[in-house]
T-cell receptor
Framework: KNQVEQSPQSLIILEGKNCTLQ??????????LRWYKQDTGRGPVSLTI?????NTKSNGRYTATLDADTKQSSLHITASQLSDSASYIC????????????FGGGTRLMVKP | NAGVTQTPKFQVLKTGQSMTLQCAQD?????MYWYRQDPGMGLRLIYY???????DKGEVPNGYNVSRLNKREFSLRLESAAPSQTSVYFC??????????????FGPGTRLTVT
């Protein structure tokens, strides 16, 4: 069964600090990996999409990495801001299943002043 | 562009009541999806519509029905609500079904409580 596991489940950091969120997956065959940001009470919004051949992708202060060999990804947030407080969801797409996505349970990040 | 819109935003139902969740997108997307999100769990696909005129079951379709009314609109119906259907429901759309990197755009969600 395809699965996506994220750690930690929750994280509190001080404004201005960096943090790294982890994602492990067992989805096969792999197509791409996405990171979404979900603010409280809102729908998920895409941050990055990485295919098999990409191992790093940035979007402003967000940098995602992908190791397709170990089936791991990380999302690094630099110089955190209060507005980064949200849930971050790792999502993996499988080839041959159309656009079927397997969602992780998310990491809830709280940035404190 | 409003993107993906959903109505209502909140709803409380009694067990056995029925209701329809509405979803519309203005991005001319071909594919639309309904998900549910429960605490501590990832989003799970209920139904999807790869293109206008087609619908298919996702991971958790029991207790739900859908209608792809036209290219813009995709509704989700609960015929006889149960407490296990208490959840947050998200509608999403994407340019196409086939293809590895088509982005899915999500609506703001409907919070449903069944008592």
């Amino acid at each position: 069964k395809n699965q996506v596991e994220q750690s930690p489940q929750s994280l509190i950091i001080l404004e201005g600090k960096n943090c790294t969120l982890q994602c492990n997956y067992t989805v096969s065959p792999f197509s791409n990996l996405r990171w979404y940001k979900q603010d409280t009470g809102r729908g998920p919004v895409s941050l990055t999409i990485m295919t098999f051949s990409e191992n790093t992708k940035s979007n402003g202060r967000y940098t995602a990495t992908l190791d397709a060999d170990t089936k791991q990804s990380s999302l690094h947030i630099t110089a955190s801001q209060l507005s980064d407080s949200a849930s971050y969801i790792c999502v993996v797409s499988s080839i041959g299943a159309g656009n079927m996505l397997t969602f992780g349970g998310g990491t809830r990040l709280m940035v404190k002043p | 562009n409003a993107g993906v819109t959903q109505t209502p935003k909140f709803q409380v139902l009694k067990t056995g009541q029925s209701m329809t969740l509405q979803c519309a997108q203005d991005m001319n997307h071909n594919s639309m999806y309904w998900y549910r999100q429960d605490p501590g769990m990832g989003l799970r696909l209920i139904y999807y519509s790869a293109s206008e005129g087609t619908t298919d079951k996702g991971e958790v379709p029991n207790g739900y029905n859908v209608s792809r009314l036209n290219k813009r609109e995709f509704s989700l119906r609960l015929e006889s609500a149960a407490p296990s259907q208490t959840s947050v429901y998200f509608c999403a759309s994407s340019e196409a079904w086939r293809g590895s990197s088509y982005e899915q755009y999500f609506g703001p969600g409907t919070r449903l409580t069944v008592t």
